[in-house]
């Protein structure tokens, strides 16, 4: 049977076979608190002394900061990070790499079921925060909505195969993932000036800020950016996407893992 | 007959540490005993067998074949790890029916197949429960059912009788002599001599990675004979009982052990001691109320075999 055919096909068992597992796994009922906070925050800045037109501030500054700087990265780190490293560690890894299917089908189909439970997770994070915010005086735009819970999910897309990788090369990923997420990533997307085209955060904020920037410079404690148009974004965003899928698929093709007895 | 598996000076190492050293053997079809102590390379073989890991150095090819992601030879070969892991979310029936699918069989048959693999090693009752309450003998049941279940042509088992009750035991001995009667070859490993010496004739012995000897099971017991073979005996009179194994031909030595009651025998012919024990020991009236024979332990004997 040739690979073409074979790896969606197995990675479609793939998938299958772990979805369940990985939506009630330990990573994910963490997830779901995780996936709680932003929309709690939001309740909370509205309804506990607040004057409750802030609808629009409240939803930027908790999308921004809160969803896709910390929320996403972290989903994205726990549940992409278990794609391989799971198999390995639980030492199962052994019957889905005796069987005659790609090997890269192991790493795609888990990914896939994480990515799944990931989405769910953040589009109902992402949805809650806006439900809360678009019913206070001032809400935000259905486009900046829009904007921020898509650049949200391709967070969630990039960090969770960013960690998957990870996990594929490294024995205990799961500290270089936070590590990048979190110091790396954070500080890069921070400084101002032309560092930030280096960080993923560069390109997720530029799928939101509007043509006119106008939904960034409401966020004002922020030195103005210069972002680049939406799908020029999208489209670096995708082809980072894709080196990382294609460096996955490489490295668990040809990696040996040596599971301890 | 062409070998099945063949190694030619093959090596593997995990950084510093030698998992294989320069192992060259063939295998036969049929069944084959792969035997060493622990440490001496029985699972690395067989993870570069399955393709799980390259070989550092040399050659090895199954069925003709070179293992690594090899995905042509894998619809051929089973693997039964040693390894205690299953996917705990699943029960027996689903866990091989989805291993199946992974070959290509339908759903439909995939089921079919499973359910009769599961059968095959007196899985049924328990075969729609979750892996997670399945008792150890019964997750060693699950794992040989998955190896089976797609017909290989070659099973590859890595300590398939840890774990297992006598009876389980006698039914996994069956169902490898039953499938090797399919015409299937079977290359189990083992730490314990005579459990595989119950299985089949064809030994392949390693020691720290190499090729210590190889042939039927009388020609390596023979070798294995050259060295004393130690029993440690409790007694209530174990002078009495000393007494009265001396005069046996095959007695080497005896020593009385420092604690109460011990007595440690070494002997050039276990199997005569074993048969005549009996008899000397009730004469004596020593009373006699422990044994241990080091024979399950190769250890000792590999030490001595390699010098």
Known sequence: ?261 | MSAIVLAENLGRWYGEVVGLGDLSVEFEPGITGLVGPNGAGKSTFMKLMVGELRPARGRLTVLGETPFGNRALHRHLGFCPQQDALYEHQTGRQFVRDLLRLGGWSRREADGLAVRALERVGLEDAMDRKVNGYSKGMRQRTRLAQAIAHGPKLVIADEPLTGLDPIARRQTNELFRGLAEDGCSVIISSHVLHEVENLTETMVLIHRGRLLAQGSVREVRRLISRHPSRVDLVARNPRRLATALLPLDHIRTIKLGADPGTLTVETDDIAAFHSAFAGVAAAAGAGVSGFKSDDASLEAVFDYLVG
């Open chain 1, 1 to 261: 049977m040739n690979l073409i055919t074979e790896l969606p096909r197995a990675t479609w068992l793939i998938f299958r076979m772990h979805l369940a597992a990985t939506a009630v796994s330990r990573r994910a009922l963490a997830g779901i608190l995780f996936a709680a906070i932003p929309p709690l925050f939001a309740f909370l800045a509205l309804n506990i002394g607040g004057d409750g037109d802030m609808g629009e501030r409240v939803f930027m500054y908790l999308g921004v900061l809160v969803l896709l700087q910390v929320v996403a990265p972290a989903l994205g780190v726990f549940l992409g990070i278990g794609a391989i490293a799971d198999e390995t560690e639980a030492r199962t890894i052994t019957y889905p790499f005796t069987r005659p299917i790609p090997r890269a089908s192991v790493f795609l189909g888990r990914w896939l079921a994480s990515l799944l439970v990931l989405s769910v997770l953040l589009l109902a994070s992402g949805a809650g925060v806006a439900a809360i915010t678009m019913r206070a005086s001032s809400p935000p735009s259905p486009e900046a909505v829009q904007g921020l819970v898509g650049a949200t999910l391709l967070a969630g897309v990039l960090y969770s195969l960013g960690a998957a990788v990870i996990g594929v090369i490294f024995k205990r990923g799961q500290v270089i993932a936070l590590g990048y997420a979190f110091a790396f990533e954070v500080m890069l997307a921070n400084i101002p000036g032309s560092a930030q085209k280096l960080s993923l955060q560069f390109y997720l904020r530029s799928l939101f800020v509007g043509d006119d920037g106008a939904n960034w410079r409401s966020l004002e404690i922020f030195e103005p950016s210069k972002f680049l148009d939406a799908s020029a974004s999208s489209e670096r965003l995708m082809v980072t996407a894709a080196i990382l899928l294609a460096i996955g698929c490489i490295t668990v093709t040809r990696k040996q893992f040596v599971l301890s007895s």
